[in-house]
């Protein structure tokens, strides 16, 4: 009966369900949550969100969701796809892996981040690793962002068939979001299966101004598991999404498509000479299509230059392919970790500008042109727990080749030396974990790792910078240096069974970080862009400085306290002023109360409620040289509540920015076109009625 009803559902449904994170004091077969890990990987996990917090606050993307982790924010450009920011690393700095997989956006101007493409609904599992501790997870990781799509597990009682759908409606935006999921097990296979739908309409901000905003997105999932014997599992994921018609106030253009597919394969072995082994091999591929249909540029335009309409077009894609492998054994009282690891990235991007009057083609240009991206690493790490601390190392080497086969005249005339580049980077890190006194622990790192320029910082052929609060043109430089960041660290938590609190503290300095500065020598390839051209150089250094602060308190049996600050101060030295991308304070707050006294830290409970307050201070430290604009402060309140209807079937409620406040976030990309930031959603009334069994 119940697999009728969920067949019927699903149809009645079609990827307009909301998927649960399941009920840990009831459900020991579902085990879906999120977690993050603010350590070095070694060390083990801390809680520094809940699943509901990120699943619900989250709405449609994770990167929103992930705001309420102290430190993380993330850039708005449109609707979804905004991209994170940790301690002011951004793009390729904050390293971005889903399922342990590199994966990169799918165009140069970032329309999308590295976690896009994966739907909040299926998530299990989200690792941040604070500082350059990630080194066994893969090359070029300032810290790093692992997300774990959802697994069920074996079961031992014979063949269990679970599932979860439901529906999300939101009335700012016209939000709609649905998945459904199902998946069966027994003691030697596992399959399961999961779709999600997400539709919006253009979103009001809190001045009653309208905001593009619309976008439709398909996702579908299949993966199946299988025991090869004892301690040999073989698992494969597949993923495929297809998003259309994507608005973007905050580029020139907008996205007519993302077509992303990855497929997953690792064998996993815990039996042998060693404690494990494992190989992986993965494949992600993606298209991507922009237009400037809806833009001003599509218009005639008699004061403008040129006066006619323009038809503008641009085709990308971003292909890749890796394996990487370990082994962990012990010696001693330590445990060894050796890996190798390697991916290869193609990109290309052809921009096509004609006059939309006639057609005639005015510029056929390569943006990315056939650029390559080969990176090759190898590492150890090494992990002790000893009577009074817990201590890890690892170091790692990693050599890269960037290469393009073709470039224009005009990048070949602007640029010395050979277009392609071979680099070879050591990397190393340490951490301590301490024991401080019954409830006290604290924490200490030090670390250098290395990043390598991208493809757009290298071979960029007059095309914007996705950090730049600017539509000007930039000029890639081959002879660019990677960076390299030193990092240092030190934590303080205390625990107790009601009451918790964590402090993070870290100076972070960047050598010959990548910056840009003007060059009088270069032209712009489009009359409509600023006519001052910018050149990607080594930078003298990038230092910040910051810290987080995390407490819960159990404060009854019925209500939970939860409060998580974050403050990042940065500089840069070639132009002696505030760095660029550097995220005000932000503080939050939220009181929870559960009706069921013995499950008040559950987020399934009979019937619950909370208040939520975000609170951001101005930034008025900016690169005002490089055209970043101050942004005012703001406070927010949110409610939202929920319960059980009957097993398995729960209602939630809620309103988003319940005083419908007008407010940007400093990180949000800037209109191109009125040069002001991309305003946040105003009150979103919300529902979301969900049904597992």
């Known amino acids: 009966m119940k697999c009728t009803l969920f067949a019927l559902g699903l149809l009645w449904v079609l990827g307009h369900g909301y998927v649960t994170a399941a009920d840990p004091d009831t459900d020991t077969t579902v085990k879906q949550t999120i977690t993050i890990t603010a350590t070095s990987p070694e060390h083990g996990e801390s809680d520094a969100a809940s699943a509901e917090t990120i699943e619900a606050y989250g709405g449609q993307d994770l990167a929103e969701g992930l705001r309420q982790v102290p430190g993380l924010e993330a850039s708005r450009r449109g609707a979804v796809n905004l991209d994170p920011n940790f301690r002011g690393l951004q793009a390729t700095q904050l390293a971005t892996f889903v399922n342990g997989t590199r994966a990169f956006a799918a165009g140069p101007a970032r329309m999308d981040s590295e976690l896009s493409h994966i739907s909040l609904h299926e998530i299990q599992r989200v690792q941040l690793v604070k500082g350059p501790y990630a080194l066994s997870w893969g090359a070029g990781a300032l810290s790093a962002l692992n997300v774990e799509t959802f697994v ?78 004892a301690g040999a599992v073989l698992q494969y994921n597949g993923h495929y999404q297809d998003q259309q018609d994507l608005d973007y106030p905050g580029r020139l253009l907008d996205a007519s498509y993302f077509k ?154 602007q640029t010395n030396g050979d277009l392609n580049r071979d680099d070879q980077n050591l990397s190393a890190a340490v951490s301590f974990v301490v024991p401080l006194g019954e409830h006290w622990l604290g924490t200490a790192g030090a670390g250098s790792v290395v990043r390598i320029p991208t493809i757009l910082e290298r071979y960029a052929d007059r095309f914007p910078s996705t950090g730049f609060q600017s539509p000007a043109e930039f000029v890639g430089n081959p002879n660019l240096e990677p960076e390299r960041a030193n990092e240092v660290n030190a934590g303080l938590s205390y625990s107790r069974t009601r009451f918790s609190f964590n402090a993070d503290l870290f100076y972070r300095t960047i050598k010959d970080n990548i910056s840009y500065q003007i060059d009088d020598s270069l032209t712009p390839a489009l009359p409509l862009s600023p006519r001052t051209v910018y050149r990607y150089v080594n930078g003298d250094g990038f230092d910040a400085v910051g810290a987080e602060l995390h407490l819960r308190a159990q404060l009854t049996d019925h209500f939970r306290f939860q409060s998580g600050a974050a403050y990042t101060y940065g500089k840069e030295e070639l132009h002696d002023e505030a760095a660029v991308g550097i995220a005000p304070l932000r503080w939050v707050n939220s009181l929870r109360w559960n009706a069921d006294a013995s499950r008040a830290g559950s987020g399934s409970p009979s019937f619950w409620a909370e208040l939520r307050t975000t609170t951001v201070a101005a930034q008025n430290r900016v690169a005002a040289g490089r055209m970043e604009q101050p942004t005012p402060g703001y406070s927010l309140f949110d409610i939202q509540g929920g319960f059980t209807i009957s097993n398995g079937l729960r209602l939630e409620l809620g309103v988003r920015n319940l005083g419908d406040t007008f407010y940007v976030d400093h990180l949000n990309s800037r209109n191109p076109f009125t040069g002001e930031r991309v305003a946040e959603p105003g009150r979103n009334i919300f529902g979301n009625l969900l049904y597992r069994f």
Request: charge should be negative; glycine fraction near 8%; hydrophobic fraction near 30%.
């Open 152 to 229: 069920p597990e074996f079961s031992d009682k014979g063949w269990q068939t679970h599932g979860n759908l439901g529906l999300r409606y939101g009335d700012n935006q016209d939000q709609r979001d649905g998945a459904a999921s199902v998946w069966s097990s027994n003691e030697r296979f596992r399959v399961q299966l999961f779709h999600n739908h997400r539709r919006n309409g253009d979103v009001e901000d809190g001045a009653g101004n309208l905001v593009p905003a619309s976008y439709e997105t398909d996702e579908s999932m299949m993966g199946f598991g299988l025991k090869l014997g």
């Open 260 to 413: 992303n597919r990855l497929h997953d394969l690792k064998l996993t072995i815990d039996a042998g000479p060693f404690t494990r082994f494992q190989v992986q091999l993965y494949s992600n591929h993606k298209d991507h299509g922009m237009n400037n249909d809806a833009k001003p540029t599509a218009q005639a335009n008699p004061n403008r230059r040129p006066p006619f309409p323009l038809d503008i077009k641009v085709a990308t894609e971003a292909n890749t392919v890796g394996a990487k492998s370990f082994v962990t054994f012990r010696q001693g009282t330590g445990t060894w970790k050796v890996g190798v690891d390697f991916y290869q990235l193609e990109q290309n991007a052809q921009r096509t500008i004609a006059r939309r009057d006639t057609g005639m083609v005015m510029m056929n240009q390569s943006i990315w042109p056939d650029a390559q991206t080969r990176v090759l690493g190898t590492y150890a790490a090494f992990n002790q727990t000893t009577e009074t601390f817990n201590w890890s190392a690892t170091v790692r080497y990693d050599a890269s080749e960037t290469e393009i086969p073709r470039a224009s005249d005009y990048f070949i005339d």
